[in-house]
């Protein structure tokens, strides 16, 4: 770890599971850089303190009722945070501000928080945006505007196979799909990110140059702002978790019992569910295949019911043969274990740069969101994966399990995995493309003006 370097970050990540976790990661990465870290975060799902007893934790106060709090709207939720959170943000921070502890260097605001670099900036703070999705796919929402001029949007039916050639390899099927009934303050919300993006002191990125090189070029040449990607995070050192369901470590001894690369881990992330019927399909497809696997099944991610026991009883011969569930699984280390061969993913960000990271080969079942665009990168650019295409049944579920795993026909799928594992390890190392990203970001940082009550604001030159 560095020496203390007595300046003081304020985090504050947005409450979803998938974005607390790349930002309590971030704090950690910047705190083994010598940085005092403040977490500032809402009530609504708010951070366990305990495995990260270095950093000061915060609650703003979100005066979110039970009922908004949740909904499972997630752009309702975007908007509510937005429009209750600014006031006592503004409070916390200034009273940050003002405190005698380390200076305040600067803020780190996750993105879906448009107000932050307004408010940080009223209290002399700069303020850094984190992004906890893709480049590729931040260059896809902000084009947005273009896309529904073009016609690409509102996703048509008709047009799902046409090309989307302002973002190749895209198809209009690949666009996010946002389920909210309030689409036009969706594109405001976006509108309103993407510009306090622009305005801020720069955009930290979950992501490596070797992943996303074009994107990344594409991305600084249309935004007059300094990029770091330091990813993958949570390869930059060991982090705790900041999970908000309790991880399920039985899994990992069940691991250790089956052979290398012979499992399929299938998990769907904090948000995505599936119906009945498909919670049957993927229970049919599993046993089909013949392969060990362990599956997450956390509360709510069957719309409806999630008995197991009302599940087929081939299914439930193969959970006693060669099955576990889990309600929440240590993720990282899952698809770190040697078990682990094949990951059937929603796609999510994180997943996919975790399944990466480790060289496990993915299943794509993008749900909704950037998903969409993750999996067609993860199929056809990178070729890291399958997609399962056209709606789930148990024959094409068993099939891509079998492909990944055990056929030979996987077998390129399964050596560039293990390429991208290489290069997710060597862009850390001394030398390597985050490292010396990270090394800029400190510096960065640490070029900033302290503005806390000793010193005198200084915002723009
Ligand atoms: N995760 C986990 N255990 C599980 C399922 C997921 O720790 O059983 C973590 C996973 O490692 C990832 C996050 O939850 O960091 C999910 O984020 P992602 O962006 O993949 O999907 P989201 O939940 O936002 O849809």
Redesign the pocket.
């Known amino acids: 770890m560095n020496q203390r370097n007595n300046r003081r970050l304020v985090l504050f990540p947005g409450p979803?599971?998938?974005h607390i976790?790349p930002m309590l990661q971030l704090a950690q990465i910047l705190h083994d850089r010598g940085f005092s870290i403040t977490i500032l975060h809402t009530d609504l799902n708010s951070p366990d303190p305990s495995p990260h007893p270095s950093f000061a934790f915060r609650s703003i106060g979100d005066g979110l009722g039970q009922s908004e709090a949740s909904t499972s709207d997630i752009v309702r939720l975007i908007m509510l945070l937005n429009a209750r959170c600014a006031a006592p943000f503004e409070e916390r921070l200034r009273e940050e501000v003002s405190s005698q502890d380390a200076p305040v260097t600067c803020l780190i605001a996750d993105a879906l928080f448009s107000f932050a670099r307004d408010v940080a900036e009223r209290a002399g703070v700069r303020t850094m945006v984190l992004r906890t999705g893709g480049a590729t796919a931040f260059r896809v929402f902000a084009g947005f505007r273009l896309l529904r001029e073009r016609g690409y949007l509102p996703i048509a039916e008709s047009r799902l196979e046409d090309p989307v050639p302002e973002f190749p390899p895209l198809r209009v099927k690949d666009l996010p799909r946002v389920n909210t009934g309030e689409p036009e303050l969706f594109d405001r919300i976006l509108n309103d990110r993407i510009e306090g993006i622009k305005d801020s002191s720069g955009l930290i990125l979950n992501t490596f140059e070797d992943l996303e090189q074009p994107a990344l070029s594409l991305l600084r040449q249309e935004y007059p702002i300094v990029v770091f990607p330091i990813g993958p995070f949570h390869k930059c050192g060991p982090c705790s978790?900041g999970?908000f369901l309790a991880?399920d470590r039985s899994c990992i001894s069940w691991l250790d019992k089956q052979a290398p690369n012979s499992v399929v881990y299938v998990?769907f992330?904090?948000?995505?569910s599936v119906n009945e019927s498909e919670f049957s399909e993927i229970a049919l497809g599993l046993a089909d295949s013949q392969q060990p696997f362990l599956w997450?099944v956390?509360p709510g991610s069957v719309r409806g019911s999630e008995l197991v026991e009302n599940l087929p009883g081939c299914f439930l011969e193969a959970l006693e043969e060669r099955g576990k569930i889990v309600k929440?699984?240590?993720?990282?280390e899952v698809l770190a274990h040697r078990a682990v061969g094949a990951f059937w993913t929603?796609n999510?960000?994180?997943?996919t740069l975790?399944s990466i990271s480790e060289g496990v080969p993915m299943i794509c079942m993008p749900c909704f969101s950037d998903q969409n665009v993750n999996a067609r990168f993860v199929s056809d650019v990178w070729r890291v994966g399958v997609h399962l295409n056209n709606g789930l049944e148990r024959r094409k579920i068993a099939e891509a399990i079998r492909k990944l795993l055990v056929e030979k026909e996987g077998e390129e799928v399964r050596e560039r995995a293990a390429q991208f594992k290489e290069k997710a390890n060597s862009c850390l190392m001394q030398g390597g493309s985050s490292f010396q990203s990270l090394d800029g970001l400190a510096n960065h940082i640490l070029s900033f003006e302290l503005t806390n009550h000793q010193h005198k604001p200084q915002l723009r030159s």
């Open positions: 979803i599971q998938g976790n978790s999970s991880e998990s992330g904090s948000i995505a997450v956390r929440w699984a240590p993720q990282h929603h999510g960000w994180n997943s975790e």
